[in-house]
């Protein structure tokens, strides 16, 4: 039955087809040998890794300059924030729905754009803060500090988070991916500093 159709079909059709097919299937195994040889290395646990990485690092920034507690992707009434406050009830969020969802439940919660620099946070906060300068670098003058925000880790990471840390972002801002030279430079600065600052 096969051969009557193909029979039906001109040759050259039967040959792109074949053809085609045997192209996809090269292609298939090109990716999955180069997945299996280059494996994309692991995500540390508990740190994300998308594009809210550097407002999380400028707001983490933000809050340990003026001095405020907080804790990192906590639960609150049923929502993971990016950043609470325990001591003043105030959640953080990038997430519309969870920021409509804690003002119901009686949290004061502060919705921050992506767009939005660190240092406008404290304009939206309920409360007094000081005025702080944190400097042309996410971390202000402490550049351990600033190391470590940079590759979006808290400053008590171990060794290996910096590496996996390190690796997932010079993919990104290597100069060979579209990254620029003065990116992979400091990508690299702040990798020294981390590394030599790592917790053991």
Known sequence: MHQEWLSVLPPWLVLGLVGGGLASIFVAGVFLLGGRLFPDEPTPSGHRVDGSARRRAEIRSYLRDISEPFAEDQEVHGRTVEFYLPGRDVALTFDAKA????????????????????????????????????GPELGGNDPVASAFDRLDLSRDATAEEVRNAYRDRVKRVHPDNGGSQAEFKQLQEAYATAREHAAD
Do not use: K, Q, S, W
């Open 99 to 134: 920021y409509f969802e804690l003002e119901r439940a009686g949290t004061y919660t502060v919705l921050c754009e992506y767009e939005m620099p660190g240092h406008a946070l404290g304009r939206r906060l309920p409360f007094d803060v000081p005025e702080v300068d944190t």
